[in-house]
């Protein structure tokens, strides 16, 4: 981030203006008056919060119980031996490489369909994003009725149940995911490919690159960062997946498709009832994501250099 | 060159399509005949009736989301900007703290939060509450909105910042009517965002709203689908998600320049 340039120490502050220590002082208290409602907000709202969740995981806290005292680490032991954690975790996973994969690929490709301004271009442009327009919920409920049976207008494409077996409910999720944010992406990278010169291609076409190498040698190498910003938001993005699986398959069929902030969720308020328990596991989610990313920055710089 | 194109104008053509289409269905099917909804012959309306007779009423959640939405929009907006303008303008202490702080909100999943939320806006009498519900977005939205504000405000030429606070403008006069019209675009894209985020947002609301008459839209036409015996009603739920995608794409069209320029700076939250 840029530094701010800021006004406490005016150029002319070599030859102190008589008025220089009243005004030196006051730009601390107003930039404090201006940032309070943000510190108001991020305390209440966001440091309590998290401090309350780091006390629940360790206390035995029912919904509607309320604390009942300490009892670390019952929390955390009875997460893990959850029956459905270790599938929640690994169907996590597995549903982020899938989704990541997928999504990045076609960005891409609809980046370097829509690379060049016109008219036509411009509308594609607008077709691939108007999807992201939508809420997660909204796009949700409307692949809800384009999957049903009775509603479904994809009968000709042959397919019995969109989401009656596993494999078939986690392949929806993705097509409904890739539908609502391969626009997206594509925007992020098109930023990034229109950050590339013009005449780093003109080197290449006279080094006879032909479009292959091009793109293999120059354009992937140079989008590195845009890649990469891409990568850290879908995987984060798909780690906390939860609005697709509720609406679309509810974690079913045989809790197959449950994922990790899913569970939760049912911890919480849904049968269990245990707030500690959730708690818990939630803490658990935010040191895994945690971990992802440092790794992922860590991985990202490695290669730079 | 050209001829090249052909397929790749064919395939483009028919990708554009294949995106446009979920859309163009659910507005034609809301309106079209179809068994076990409320539309059983002939186009029309009927299953928007429906939704409108949907316990509460289409109304009541129309409010609600409209109340969720103007009061986190604003909230966010009066917020982020002051706080925009003391990080751009202002050294005090803990600044750097205070900024990275507010960005963390970032790395935290909003599972996490909402557990100790649901607690926590218990004791503050706020549960089962639209303004609590409308606080908790606002907060969810501030990373985004206080970044923005803060690189709108450090992108006004360093002349007109000046003059506005040596020209004897106390602070706060200077910010109102002379820092206020050079941040203009920021103030949309945050409000947008804002809007967007609240007018869809759906686990938060599940959590920290239980009374169905104080539900947002998105958590109605979702829990109306678990209505009526098991049966649901497909066409109803069409028509929910029209009346929840129009004023998105609506405002997607219209706004579509601040839009890009939202995404472009950080976009969030995949």
Redesign the interface.
Known sequence: M?P?????A?PEGAVAPPGAIRKRRK?????????????L??LI??????L??GQ?SISD?GLFAGNRGINAPENFTKVIDDRLFWPAVWFTLKYTVVTTVILLGLALG?AM??QEASR?TG??R?????????????AS??????Y?P??T?LKFLGIDSFLGTPSAALWSTVALIV?R????YM??LL?GLQGISGDVYEAARLDGAGRWQTFRYVTLPLLRSSIALCTI??????M?A??QF??LTKGGPDNSTITI?QL??NM??FGQNN?GK??AL??L??VA??VV?VLQFRGLRDKES | MSWIKTPQHVLAGGLALIFLFPLAWAAVASVSPQGGTAQTDGWGFGNYVTLANYQAGIGQYLINSIVVSTLTVAVTLGVSLLGGYAFAMFTFPGRNALFLVTLAILMVPYATLLIPLYVLLNQLGLQNSLIGLSLVLAMFQLPFAVFMMRISFEAIPAELREAALIDGCGSFRALRHILVPAVKPGLITVGLFAFLAAWNDFITPLVLISDSDKAPLPLAVANMRQQVMGIVDFGATEAGVVVLALPCVLLFLALQRHYVRGFMSGALKG
């Open positions: 840029a701010a340039t800021t006004l406490e005016p730009p601390q208290l107003a930039g404090w008056a201006y940032a309070a409602p943000t510190a907000f991020v709202f966001f440091i309590v919060p998290i309350l969740v629940m806290w609809l369909l829509v036509w509308f594609l607008t077709s691939f994003l108007v999807p992201s327009a939508l809420g997660l919920a909204s409920l409307l692949f809800y009725a384009l049903s009775q509603s207008p539908w944010f391969a626009g997206f925007l992020l930023v938001l879908c995987v984060t993005g798909s906390l939860f609005d509720y609406i902030v939760v969720y919480a308020f707030l959730a708690a939630s803490i989610v935010l994501l945690l990313n």
